[in-house]
C-alpha cells in the first residue's frame, strides 16, 4: 500500500508560479515511478507529469513543457511539481500517483489550483 498526500495548491494570478508537493508513505519511495495529473471542471482527467523511481527520466505533457518541472527528493519521499507561467487553462485538481508495479496504481486526494486572469 501507498499513501500520498498532495499539498501546495492555492489561487494565483496568471503569469505567476506555485509548487506542489506530494508526500508518500507505505512503500519505499525510490522504487517506484511518480508522477502528476490535473483534472479541470468538466473535463477528464488528464496526464501532466512523470518522473522514474530514481529522478533521471521525466517525461511531460505538451501543456507542461517548458513551464512546469517534476522533481522528487528520495531522501524525504516526497515529489514535486513547480509550475511556473500559470494560466487560467491550467485551473484545476492536481492529483499526485504512484506506478507501483501497475500503471498508476495508487492516487492522492487532490489540491485545488486556481489561476486567476
Known amino acids: 500500500q501507498v499513501q500520498l498526500v498532495e499539498s501546495g495548491g492555492g489561487l494565483v494570478q496568471a503569469g505567476g508560479s506555485l509548487r506542489l508537493s506530494c508526500a508518500a508513505s507505505?512503500?519505499?519511495?525510490?522504487?517506484?515511478?511518480m508522477g502528476w495529473f490535473r483534472q479541470a471542471p468538466g473535463k477528464e482527467r488528464e496526464f501532466v507529469a512523470r518522473i522514474s523511481a530514481n529522478g533521471g527520466v521525466t517525461y511531460y505533457a505538451d501543456s507542461a513543457k517548458g513551464r512546469f518541472t517534476i522533481s522528487r527528493d528520495n531522501a524525504k519521499n516526497t515529489v514535486y511539481l513547480q509550475m511556473n507561467s500559470l494560466q487560467p487553462e491550467d485551473t484545476a485538481v492536481y492529483y499526485c500517483?504512484?506506478?507501483?508495479?501497475?500503471?498508476?496504481?495508487?492516487w492522492g486526494q487532490g489540491t485545488q489550483v486556481t489561476v486567476s486572469s
Open positions: 500517483a504512484a506506478d507501483v508495479g501497475s500503471i498508476w496504481n495508487y
Open positions: 507505505g512503500r519505499t519511495f525510490s522504487s517506484y515511478a
